[in-house]
């Protein structure tokens, strides 16, 4: 709870340092080519103020309604045996959405990213005498690195230590008794595992869930905040199709991830409301900032891109580290080759099919 409320905290001043910084970072721009720029800005033929407005109010509840049912549907599964994450259609859905989130990273939060710190409404030197973007998404995924095993070694620390029960046997020696958990597999037989395995699982799934969230809302204010304070109605259009069916598989993914770290209740609906809200809160404060918010300023491009970079280098090392890796390499699908194979025609199919929205949006 408290680690939720930290977090989200950070993002927040994340954001205004790379506000501030990026300013300075921007005075070297006014002698960028205007008519570049304006002409970097697209089909004047798609803006249409009014138009757009319509799309962005329709978009708002499309999104939102998309990203609550992707990220409360696995936190129901409890009540729908086939769906549990003991079940062999679990790794498989999460495959899926897995899938959407790698290729959410790597074709479309990173291209923009590549085309904002390379736009030509910005000078020549530094931006694109050295790639920038490329840069700051390697040291996103090794901070995210550094973040991920911090907090494992946190929770280590901050888990009460476990008791080790002494027993007396008859010839006045003692033993340790060792706490074990006992769980009944779907073939019916039955896997002891000793608590401390237990645990450490335990304790990954909870830093995982925390890793996804934080990047999700990243990326997720950034795409909302470029398409509240665009005008662009064909862009709007085809991006309200594109953020709903992202946000209904990486929701899916993330909602998995909750479920794994068996959170309660309260963390739960707190997680779940932050993905689902994050996406239209930031459409919505983009249309009240669109009258002075310029795409084409050295500002706007530098942040979005900044930001962009840094989310594209987190989501990659997510997915696949912590949600692909982390599926694969576990003893549900490494001792079984045909679910493993059908995880993999799962992930192939969420890639594609985000890859393929890359093509509109």
Same mark, same amino acid.
């Given at each position: 709870?408290a680690f939720?409320?930290s977090y989200y905290n950070l ?13 300075s ?11 570049e720029?304006?002409?970097e800005s697209g089909d004047?033929s798609c803006?249409?103020?009014i ?7 329709? %978009?708002?509840?499309s999104?939102?309604v998309a ?5 409360c ?12 994450p003991d079940?062999?259609?679990f ?14 990273g ?7 990213a590549?085309e904002?710190?390379?736009?030509k409404?910005?000078p020549e030197s530094?931006?694109r005498e050295f790639?920038f973007?490329?840069f700051?998404?390697?040291?996103s995924a090794l901070?995210?690195?550094?973040v991920?095993?911090f907090?494992?070694s ?13 027993k ?5 020696s003692?033993?340790?008794e ?5 769980k ?8 002891v595992?000793k ?10 799934n909870?830093?995982i869930?925390?890793m996804?969230?934080l990047g999700i809302?990243?990326h997720?204010?950034v795409i ?5 304070a665009?005008n662009?109605?064909c862009t ?19 909602g998995?991830?909750?479920l794994?770290a ?8 707190i997680? %779940?409301?932050?993905f689902?809200v994050t996406t239209p ?6 249309m ?13 491009l530098?942040?979005?891109g ?5 989310s594209?280098g ?12 982390h599926?694969?390499f576990?003893?549900?699908l ?7 194979s ?9 890639l594609g099919g985000m890859?393929?929205?890359?093509k509109?949006?």
């Open positions: 709870m939720s409320k993002l927040t001043i994340t954001i205004l340092l790379l506000s501030s910084t990026s300013t970072l921007a005075g070297n721009a006014e002698n960028a080519d205007v008519s720029c304006k002409a004047s803006r249409n103020n138009e757009s407005q319509k799309l962005k109010l329709i %978009a708002i509840p999104i939102l990203s609550m049912i992707g990220v549907l696995p936190l129901f599964t409890r009540s729908i045996p086939a769906l549990g079940r062999d259609t790794p498989i859905v999460k495959g899926l959405s897995s899938g959407v989130i790698l290729a959410t790597y074709m479309h939060v990173f291209p923009d590549v904002n710190l390379t736009s409404c910005l530094p931006w790639p973007t490329f700051i998404a390697m040291v901070v995210t690195l550094m991920d095993s907090l494992m946190a929770h280590k620390k901050r888990a009460s230590k476990r008791e080790v029960k002494v007396p046997l008859e010839n006045g003692n033993s340790l060792i706490q074990h958990e006992i009944t597999l779907e073939n019916g037989s039955v896997v595992e608590q401390d395995e237990v645990t450490s699982q335990l304790r990954r909870k830093v869930a925390q996804l969230e809302v990243v997720s204010v909302g905040l470029a398409m509240g665009s662009n109605q709007i259009r085809s991006l309200i199709a594109a953020l709903c069916f992202h946000q209904l598989f990486e929701g899916m993914g993330l998995g991830s909750i794994q068996e959170y309660g209740r309260q963390t739960r609906l997680m %779940a409301f932050f689902s809160f930031g459409i919505a404060l983009g009240g900032i669109q009258k002075i918010y310029d795409e084409t300023s050295p500002t706007a530098i942040v979005v900044v930001l962009n970079a840094c594209a987190l989501l990659n090392y997510m997915a696949l580290v912590d949600l692909l890796a599926e694969f576990g003893e549900k490494q001792a079984n080759m045909k679910l493993q059908f995880a993999y025609v799962a992930v192939l199919i969420g890859s393929l929205m890359a509109w949006a």
